[in-house]
């Protein structure tokens, strides 16, 4: 990858957190809930993403960014009031903004009609017309008189004489060619403070040496403001390096002590050089101007700056360095366990210092592994922060009213985690809209308010992180849902299911109560994608229904796919690692709790209810040789599935609890239903790391096949 190609992939990388930015800036601007610096948020985000997009030569994102900026500056400066059509407008045009940034990272163009109708509406409100270049035509500015005026700084009350700081902004020509403009760059220094602003024509030549694509304008800007260094170089950090900038503090370059007094200053005034005559024309003098013309003083409509909090500063690093460091933190406990196990071994006493020094390696790796997976952790707000609009919209499109109340938005859990959330949760907050509320008129029947609330939330439990999805909607109507079942041949009509099974129904491949096919729902795919996707990430789903007042999904999910808590048992000669967040007890039964069943099977007799058993040896096919195949011989472990619900685990024993490495298995080798992975212990043997969804459905079809192979 050439350096270009690299800068244009953080370019592309930058534009991802600044859409995000800009979604959800624009969603509190739709509601009412925008303050000066969440609009002043959004437009610096449009204004970067036009500026990187001219830099790379994105004309059409630059065009369309223009329209799109010159709309949130007068949005921002009080010009345009951002009603609910107008917000509207701006959420369409984020999205075309999208687009725009999308088909430059694939280099694939969009249709020039694409953004027509948003780029017109953004006209229409910010009263421009556009050029066919698709740029606003500038103002026309025929009969307006232009009066010459002073510059005035005024010190503002409680600033320290000298606290500020002197700003010479000289734009290259480059800096116009990337599509930026300056009078909204030294706009942006009006949010720290009062400013005063004289313009340097001494560059300007006459008209016929005059270049069309050169610059020749200079600013001199005073900050009256205490305001550390570091936000003034923020305000031009895009065009660094398309201008001479210098920047100074005021006490420095008045050349006298900071005083506590407020001091009077002469007005700054700059004089401009005398012009020089074009080489080919003869010299014409050039009339000297009653005075400088200036920008008079513009205070920001926040007021006086507030005080600065300490500044967060982050690194950009790719994500592939980050998992080289979890897989080589994980070999380092791996080693640790080895030397551990090797010290035990060769009779060192506990309390040597070999011993001691060993076990506050493992304190200290135990501490480097959190903290390296920590740098892999991010808050779910960035895929939670898509789903008002998400709500907003299938309200519109189903003609229901719905709410989405968010919580927890600040939890946080493995970025490859939540890079794989934003599908399923995208399924059943569809769902939660288009199935699970009613129409307004439905819900004002049942006596609930027409509008229908969608709440989604995440918080971490145990370990886990669980997110859940609930409406208070009709519920799910476990008839209808069993009649679809039986109709589409998804189960017998003679089958008897529990409350439980009917809900989980929904999950089934193909399965829709819809009537008919639509955008939204009706083609059974959602539900079962929903499963698929939480299972590949070593989770589960589970429906709590509560018909005619509404539903909720819980989905729980590890927090990291790098290491695993979990329950080492023994199977025959074999070793296997039982994942802690699917085991709810473990039990040495009696033998008079084991009760034969069909098939071969046996059932555990426990607390007046029966839990079929899953003999481990059997389905992984361990040598029965050296398997303990009686049930009341061994130990039996209640795990949960999303499949069968509760089922007993037989196993020969426990060996101990620990956390262990999970290594790819599906990678090195091939997937094998039951099994989600494996890990390597400190004596060197690898462990497979059972899936316990996975266990119960080889088994299930086990015994599905056995039938057929017998009638055939």
Known sequence: MDALEGIKQTYFQECEELLAAMEEGLLAIESGEADSEI????????????????????????????????????????????????????????????????????????????????????????????EDGGEPAPADFEGLEFTPMQVVVDEPAGTPAGAGWKVRFAPHAVLYEHANEPALIIRELTNLGPVGVAIDLSKLPNLHSIDPNGAYFAWNVILNADVPRQKVDEVFEFVMGDCDLAIEPLAQVQGEPVSQEPVAREPVVQEPAPMQPAVS???????????????????????????????????RVDPDKIDRLVNLVGELVITQAML?????????????????????????????????????????????????????????????????????????VDKTVIERLAEPLTHMIRNAVDHGLESPEDRIAAGKPAEGTVKLSAEHRGGRIVIEIADDGRGINRERVKAKAIEKGLVAPNANLSDEEIDNLIFLPGFS????????????VGMDVVRRNVQELGGRVVISNYPGKGSCFSLTLPL??????????????????????????????????????????????IRNTHVPLVRTAEVLGVSETSANTDPSKGVIILVESDRAGTFGLVVDSILGQRQVVIKSFEAHYERIEGIAAATIFGDGRVALIIDVDGLVSRQLNENEERPRARSA
């Open 560 to 605: 990291t796919l790098a290491v695993l808590d979990g329950m080492v048992v023994s199977v025959g000669d074999q070793t296997f690692v039982v994942p802690l967040t699917h085991i709810l007890e473990s039990l040495q039964p009696n033998p008079e709790d084991v009760r034969p069943f069909v098939g071969g099977k046996s059932l555990l007799h």
């Open 340 to 412: 551990t196990q090797r010290v035990q071994e060769s009779g060192i006493p506990s309390t040597s210092p070999v011993a001691n020094g060993l076990g506050e390696l493992e304190h200290l790796l135990r501490e480097l592994q959190e903290s390296v997976m920590a740098v892999r952790t991010q808050p779910v707000k960035s895929v939670f922060q898509r789903f008002p609009r998400l709500v907003r919209e299938l309200s519109a499109q189903t003609g229901k009213q719905a709410r989405l109340e968010v919580e927890g938005e600040s939890t946080e």
């Open 513 to 524: 109560t819809a009537s008919q096919v639509s955008n939204i729902s009706g083609r059974g």
């Open 39 to 130: 609009i002043n948020a959004v437009f610096r985000a449009v204004h970067s993403i036009k500026g990187g997009g001219g830099a790379f030569g994105f004309d059409s994102l630059v065009a369309f960014a223009h329209v799109f900026e010159t709309a949130m500056d007068q949005v921002r400066s009080g010009q345009l009031e951002a009603d609910a059509n107008v917000a509207k407008i701006l959420l369409r045009a984020g999205d075309i903004l999208a687009d725009h940034v999308n088909a430059a990272r694939s280099g694939q163009p969009l249709d020039p009609d694409h953004d027509r109708s948003v780029k017109e509406d953004l006209a229409r409100i910010a009263n421009v017309e556009i």
């Open 281 to 315: 024309a003869p010299p014409t003098p050039r009339p000297e101007p009653a005075a400088e013309p200036v920008i008079t003083e513009k205070k920001s409509a926040a007021g006086a700056p507030s005080p600065d909090g300490p500044v967060k500063q982050t690194i």
